[in-house]
């Protein structure tokens, strides 16, 4: 299937699963409002909005399989935008099922809030199509405002309000940073497509200030929504007074959708300039690595402890940006799979065994949980493993620290060091990960532990199914490997990329 | 024998079937629980124990037919399997044995019954899981015996950590949760490394202008020729993982809380076959594939002088522990600085030796640790000085102490002497002077263990608790029985053992040697 970009009808054509996406919402937002609202209505809107992503999904992957392709424009098809598309409808339809469960528990009716969840969902996959910087404008603010308002979704709640004022203050900022960034940048090479930018950046950039200044400031817009130290200073807030679902949703699909946009943007714009951004992004990733694992260290709350662990999860995707060639892209893939199946898994747990009013979700009231519910306590124990990057047990957590690590040392500028702070900052990160599994599996059940209630059937469901994939692909991530493989940005297929990968074996 | 193992070819499944066998035991553990609905005592699961024993004697029977179908003379890899696995990456679910892992998969089938045994009535909480995770543990340690794909390699080293984490935190002693978790940083801390050396090598491996892709196969990774830089790096990025296993003077601290706080299987497994994957590691990778780096003259004498520090501290620190299980992990520590000294010396003889502690070692702790286990079952103490004079009331544990002490020690006739002659008759050649310090251990270990018998044993029995403990039953009888049986066999005819060793440990000279003479012409000649 081919679409000419330049033509309307088949720009809207190759734009299907967006529109399906955007449409769903606003039909969406007459059902919210139509009903009486009741909790009952809001579990309505909350599957319907299900069923809106899954046709969404459909439509990426029947676009995916039909190998359509396109001409140079302002939106890319390619393969990277379908894999992106799918993380982000997956985890769009995670967050709706546990956000339906989370509702019922807490009391709180929002029809509105499953609108909002498609309206974010539509700004991350017009973000990891852009191929024009002002695409990657209208991306982020669509996704960014949709995460303020879903922040401060619970109106009794006063942590939910100072996380949206606190998301919005600063997220107007850094957008103030990106716009800066794209300004200067247009200013430096006169064009905002990200392809032509490529052709005209080239190796003397220094010499040029306003490209310079640009970039720095792209680089501070990219790092504050992908929560990078030190732009991190919302992240744990916002995550903790967020209502859960919505911080599984941000913690997974936001830094999703942003890392791709950034990812892409710095494969196909800036290669030329790389001597300018490679040691500014090096030092980032590795202070975002350490920073993060060594703030999570010290939580004692379970959101907050996850909060920061995304924040060093985001260092090791820098790595796959400071590399910025189709291995990381593929790389950055195969994490991002990983890293949204355990990152949601680990949060429906909470929610799971959260109690009305955001209670008991500090990390010692999970003390003895494999003694009240083992099978929970399991998963929750896979989902750790896979945030560490444990083979097996922790699934495919260990093939994406693999791949992110083989891509750092095959990078045109071989990054062993950045490889190996990854794995040092792996082994702080150990510290934390394993003390959960060791608070749940070693410390006796408190006498005042609260009865672990029955998982309703959604978070049940994303639960065991999350921990089955994640072990499923761990063992044989044959599949997955090859997707991510040849997945990657269309400006980059025919580039050369280190030495090929021959498969000699034959099943 | 050789016939029927050929007819019913037995070596072309024996490998997998060992690894899958023991997930069959887990998967019905783990299925038994899931349908039944007790709380997972002893008393509410009696069948759980006796599940994990069939299926290890099973395992015992089937991995007996290597000892009979291991041709010496043979290829270099003898029961091989081969089988595709992650496509894309070219890794390989690619397995085999030579005689040094025939000894090792031998030991761990061994051990494993015991270990068994040894929680048989020690264990009496969620029965289940536990035997489940000694199950998983053995696919692990036999998995990380048998590899020739660097992956399968590294992915089977991983794994094992886990049960044992489980087994150390969930049913150890007070301190249990610290050592566990001590126990899994470590041992995790060095290996990640290893995996970033891994890493490189398979992209090393790639020859674009010959066709060939990245590889991880252990025979295609040894004919990589690195830069001396390159080969010092990465041989210390396996250094780490492997001297943290050991362990090696000075990264040994996580092994005696392991061992003392683990339940009494734990620490045998600890002791008699995961202590011996770090020493195999040196031997199958961390040597042969950089040789250049392990054989630099700086890089050598301080490993050996590493080796000689830990036997000589081992030894001093294990005289003065007031807690038998503690100076036993203490004496590890010592004797696995024989098994370094023996493979750094790089001689046929100290390689053979260092080979046959190494199995000698396992049987002989073991032995010590199941022992401790039993007197600790029945007076709830470790303390040596709680003791005093039993030898009167409980003289078959009595005489099974002194045995496998004097084993220890390494009394002529006996499992220990063998190793240790040899690796001290093959060190002295190339490396007097660290043989000479090496060989005062021998008499600390002489010092240590006789002392420490002598207070348990023989001192007045002037504590009324010991004087109504009972003596071993059949059970623990059989256990000390197998056991005692291999120290004297190894002690008295160790011939079949070293014969089976031989081609693999000669190779294995052979290649440093022929390695070191490589880069030695290689750097004259850019010079």
């Known amino acids: ?507 | 024998m050789q016939d029927f193992l050929a007819q019913i070819n037995y070596n072309a499944w024996v490998l997998p079937a060992l690894l899958l066998l023991p997930l069959a035991g887990t998967v019905l553990l783990v299925v038994t629980g899931a349908l039944s609905n007790d709380d997972g005592t002893l008393e509410a699961t009696p069948s759980a124990r006796w599940i994990a024993l069939v299926v290890f004697v099973l395992e015992f029977v089937v991995s007996m037919g290597l000892w009979w179908s291991y041709d010496p003379a043979g290829p270099r890899w003898q029961a091989t399997f081969d089988h595709w696995w992650i496509i894309p990456w070219n890794a390989r679910l690619s397995m085999g044995i030579d005689g040094i892992s025939l000894m090792m998969v031998l030991l761990t089938t061994v051990i494993m019954p015991l270990a068994v045994l040894g929680s048989w009535t020690s264990i009496r909480t969620k029965v289940r899981s536990y035997y489940a995770l000694m199950l998983v543990l053995t696919t692990g340690m036999l998995g990380v015996f048998v590899s020739r794909d660097m992956l399968l390699f590294y992915v089977m080293w991983e794994i094992m950590l886990v049960p044992m984490y489980f087994i150390i935190g969930i049913w150890g002693g007070e301190r249990r949760i610290y050592a566990s978790l001590k126990f899994f940083v470590y041992t995790m801390a060095g290996s990640l490394l290893m995996l970033v050396g891994i890493l490189y090598l398979w992209n090393a491996s790639a020859v674009p202008n010959m066709g060939l892709g990245q590889s991880f196969d252990y025979d295609r990774l040894l004919t990589i020729a690195h830069t001396h830089k390159a080969a010092l790096w990465l041989f210390g990025a396996f250094f780490l993982a492997f001297a943290v296993k050991v362990p090696m003077f000075p990264f040994h601290t996580w092994l005696p809380d392991a061992h003392v706080e683990a339940p009494t299987a734990g620490s045998v497994i600890l002791a008699a076959i995961m202590l011996k994957m770090g020493t195999y590691g040196f031997l199958r990778f961390a040597i042969p594939l950089f040789p250049s780096a392990a054989m630099t003259p700086w890089v050598r004498s301080t490993i050996l002088t590493l080796a000689v520090i830990g036997i000589i501290y081992g030894a001093l620190v294990a005289m003065v522990q007031p807690d038998f299980k503690k100076l036993v992990a203490y004496s590890s520590v010592s004797h696995l600085g024989f098994v370094m000294l023996g493979i750094f010396a790089v001689t046929l003889q100290s390689v053979q030796g260092a080979l046959v502690i190494m199995i000698s070692h396992g049987i002989s702790t073991g032995a010590l640790f199941l022992l401790i286990g039993m007197i600790y079952e029945r007076r709830h103490t470790r303390l040596i000085d709680a003791y005093g004079g039993i030898a009167r009331v409980v003289p078959l544990f009595s005489t099974f102490l002194v045995i496998v002490s004097l084993s220890s020690i390494g009394l002529p006739s006996t499992n220990g002497f063998v190793g240790e002659f040899l690796v001290l008759l093959g060190s002295f050649r190339t490396h007097p002077f660290f043989t000479f310090f090496a060989t005062t251990g021998v008499i600390f270990a002489a010092a240590y263990l006789l002392w420490a018998i002598q207070r348990i044993l023989f001192n007045a029995l002037d504590k009324p608790e010991n004087e109504h403990l009972t003596d071993l039953n059949v059970r623990e009888l059989t256990m000390m029985a197998v056991l005692v049986a291999g120290i004297f066999w190894i002690g008295i005819y160790p011939q079949p053992i070293l014969r089976r060793m031989e081609p693999s440990a000669a190779l294995f000279v052979r290649t440093v040697e022929a390695g070191q003479a490589n880069v030695s012409t290689a750097s004259r000649g850019t010079r």
């Open chain 1, 1 to 507: 299937m081919y679409f000419d970009l330049s033509i309307p009808s088949q720009l809207a054509g190759a734009l299907l699963p967006d529109l399906i996406l955007v449409i769903g919402a606003m039909l969406l937002l007459l059902v919210a409002v139509w009903g009486r609202e009741s909790l009952a209505h809001a579990r309505l809107t909350g599957l319907l909005s299900i069923g809106v992503s899954a046709l969404a999904f459909a439509a990426v992957v029947w676009l995916w399989q039909s190998h359509a392709s396109a001409n140079a424009g302002i939106i890319a098809v390619d393969g990277f935008r379908w894999a992106t598309d799918c993380i982000v409808l997956a985890a769009t339809i995670i967050a709706a099922t546990l956000m339906i469960d989370y509702s019922e528990r807490e009391q709180l009716v929002s029809a509105e809030s499953y609108v909002l969840l498609l309206l974010a969902a539509g700004g991350m996959m017009l973000l990891a199509a852009s191929r024009d910087l002002i695409v990657v404008f209208l991306g982020i603010e669509l996704m960014s405002i949709a995460s303020y308002v879903l922040c401060g979704l619970d109106r009794r709640s006063s942590r939910g309000a100072e996380a949206a004022l606190k998301y919005f203050l600063l997220g107007a900022f850094s957008t103030g940073f990106l716009l800066y960034g794209i300004a200067l940048v247009y200013g430096a090479t006169g064009s905002t497509d990200i392809a032509t930018i490529g052709t005209v950046v080239t190796g003397d950039s220094f010499n040029n200030p306003l490209l310079l200044a640009g970039i720095g400031f792209l680089i501070v817009g990219f790092c504050f929504k992908v929560a990078a130290v030190p732009f991190h200073m919302w992240a744990p807030d916002v995550y903790e007074g967020a209502a859960t679902p919505i911080t599984a949703f941000m913690a997974a699909a936001v830094k999703a959708a942003a890392f791709a946009a950034f990812l892409r943007v710095w494969i196909e714009a800036f290669p030329g300039a790389t001597s300018a951004w490679i040691h500014p992004l090096q030092w980032l990733a590795a202070i975002t690595m350490i920073g993060g694992n060594v703030v999570a260290l010290q939580q004692k709350s379970m959101k907050r402890m996850l909060a920061y662990s995304s924040v060093a999860h985001a260092g090791y995707l820098l790595v796959t940006v400071v590399v910025a060639n189709s291995l990381g892209a593929s790389a950055f893939l195969f994490y991002l799979v990983a890293y949204t199946l355990a990152t949601m898994g680990a949060f429906a747990v909470v929610i799971a065994l959260g109690e009305p009013g955001e209670r008991n979700q500090q990390i010692a009231d999970y003390a003895g949980l494999w003694h009240a519910s083992p099978w929970l306590a399991s998963a929750m124990a896979v989902f750790m493993l896979a945030l560490l990057g444990f083979p097996i047990a922790g699934g495919m957590g260990f093939f994406a620290k693999w791949y992110v690590i083989n891509a750092a040392l095959r990078a045109p500028h071989p990054q062993t060091v950045l490889a190996v702070v990854l794995v040092l900052a792996s082994v702080i990160s150990a510290g934390y990960y394993l003390g959960v599994v060791l608070v749940m599996f070693m410390k006796p059940r408190a006498a005042d532990a609260l009865v672990v209630r029955p998982v309703p059937t959604g978070s049940f469901l994303v639960i065991y199914l999350s921990a089955f994939t994640l072990l499923l692909f761990g063992v044989l991530p044959n599949g997955f490997v090859a997707l991510a493989r040849d997945s990657v940005p269309i400006s980059m297929v025919n580039a050369p990329a280190g030495p090929p990968v021959t498969a000699t074996a034959s099943p």
